[in-house]
């Protein structure tokens, strides 16, 4: 059993997109706060964290799990843009197969071309953190 840790994030966005959305997650009244951030940090990075100390099969049922939850999310967004049919989009997501999941090494270097072209498209960190100053 793992031990219960405090985990805090302040957020202070600077831009209009990162203030819209931090807007959204407020005031959402469908699903709260955590959850959502929770929902779209598990889906995204569960299975890294779980890289480094779980079995195997651990790792490939969440893995499965992660990739059937974007898969979904990549689905309504889509839909929600209208792009449900449109083929150039739906070609650059890559079909990954549950097969293919569990065929796929533990131990498998991460793409990092992947995660830094992630990190672009984030803002490369760029984010306010000057509330944090004092949060220590």
Same mark, same amino acid.
């Given at each position: 059993?793992?031990?219960?840790?405090?985990?805090?994030?302040?957020?202070?966005? +600077?831009?209009?997109?990162?203030?819209?959305?931090?807007?959204?997650?407020?005031?959402? +009244?469908?699903?709260?706060?955590?959850?959502?951030?929770?929902? =779209?940090?598990?889906?995204?990075?569960?299975?890294?964290?779980?890289?480094?100390?779980?079995?195997?099969?651990?790792? +490939?049922?969440? =893995?499965?799990? =992660? %990739?059937?939850?974007?898969?979904?999310?990549?689905?309504?967004?889509?839909?929600?843009?209208?792009?449900?049919?449109?083929?150039?989009?739906?070609?650059?997501? *890559?079909? %990954? *197969?549950?097969?293919?999941?569990?065929? +796929?090494?533990?131990?498998?270097?991460?793409?990092?071309? *992947?995660?830094?072209?992630?990190?672009?498209?984030?803002?490369?960190?760029?984010?306010?953190? *000057?509330?944090?100053?004092?949060?220590?």
């Amino acid at each position: 059993m793992s031990s219960q840790i405090d985990f805090r994030w302040r957020y202070q966005p +600077r831009n209009k997109s990162d203030v819209q959305l931090m807007k959204y997650i407020q005031d959402n +009244r469908i699903m709260g706060k955590t959850e959502m951030v929770l929902l =779209a940090v598990r889906s995204f990075w569960l299975p890294y964290s779980l890289s480094i100390d779980c079995s195997s099969q651990q790792l +490939r049922s969440v =893995a499965i799990d =992660a %990739v059937q939850a974007l898969r979904k999310q990549a689905k309504d967004i889509l839909e929600l843009a209208g792009l449900e049919d449109v083929s150039s989009v739906q070609s650059r997501f *890559t079909e %990954v *197969t549950q097969e293919q999941i569990k065929q +796929r090494s533990v131990n498998s270097p991460v793409n990092t071309s *992947t995660l830094n072209e992630l990190r672009i498209q984030a803002g490369e960190n760029n984010y306010d953190d *000057t509330g944090l100053n004092n949060f220590l």
